[in-house]
C-alpha cells in the first residue's frame, strides 16, 4: 500500500521509534517537545485518523490495551521493521529535495492588487509586527532549559530554522513596506 506521506505520520513514526506510546502520549509528546509548532495535533480526531491509517498500511501495530482508573482504556502502538524503513525514506526524501507546499501568504500576495498600496503597507506592516513577537517566542524557545540544562541544538534544530525564515519573512517585508511607502512600488487598485 502506498501510503502519502505528512508531517503528523513522520512525527508518529518518529515519536514510536522511542518504544511504543498510546495516542494520547504521542499528542502530548508532540506538545512537550515543541513538535506542535511544526506538527499540527490541535485536532485528537486528525491524530486517531492518522494512527488508524498507518495501522492499517502495516507501519504501525496495536500492540497492548493499558488500563489507568484515571482514563479510559488506551491501546498502545508498535512502530513496525516496515514503519521504520518508510520513516528514515521519508526523513531523506524530506530533508534532500525542497518541495513547493503552497503556503498562504504567497498566495495571498498573489492578489495584492487588489487593495491600495496604502492598504497593502498597512497589512503588510501589521503582519511584520506579528513576525516581530514571534521572533522574539522563537528566541526564548532557542534559550529554554530542562532541568536547569540547556536543550541540546539537535532538538531545537526547527526552532532554529523557524527563526531563520521569520527573520527573512521579516526583512523582505520591511523592504516591500518602504517600496510601497515611497511610491518606487505601486499599482492601481482592483482586478488586472
Known amino acids: 500500500m502506498t501510503f502519502r506521506r505528512s508531517p503528523l505520520a513522520l512525527a508518529i513514526l518518529g515519536l514510536l521509534e522511542n518504544g511504543p506510546l498510546h495516542p494520547y502520549g504521542i499528542q502530548r509528546l508532540i506538545k512537550q517537545w515543541g513538535k506542535d509548532q511544526v506538527v499540527n495535533v490541535g485536532q485528537r480526531t486528525s491524530l486517531y485518523r492518522m494512527i488508524v491509517r498507518l495501522e492499517e498500511a502495516g507501519l504501525i501495530t496495536a500492540g497492548a490495551t493499558e488500563r489507568d482508573e484515571r482514563y479510559p482504556e488506551r491501546t498502545v502502538y508498535h512502530l513496525t521493521e516496515d514503519g521504520r524503513t518508510v520513516c528514515r525514506e521519508w526523513l531523506a526524501e524530506i530533508l534532500t529535495t525542497p518541495r513547493n507546499e503552497f503556503p498562504e501568504f504567497p498566495a ?38 530542562v532541568e536547569g540544562a540547556p536543550i541540546p541544538r539537535f532538538a531545537l534544530l526547527e526552532t532554529e ?32
Do not use: C, N
Open 108 to 145: 495571498a500576495l498573489s492578489f495584492v492588487m487588489l487593495v491600495t498600496p496604502q492598504t497593502a503597507a498597512e497589512l503588510l506592516a501589521e503582519r511584520r509586527d506579528h513576525l516581530t513577537k514571534r521572533i522574539a517566542e522563537l528566541d526564548a524557545e532557542l534559550t529554554l532549559e
Open 161 to 192: 530554522y523557524q527563526r531563520a525564515v521569520t527573520v527573512a519573512e521579516a526583512e523582505w517585508i520591511d523592504g516591500i513596506v518602504d517600496d510601497l511607502t515611497t511610491g518606487s512600488l505601486t499599482w492601481k487598485p482592483g482586478p488586472v
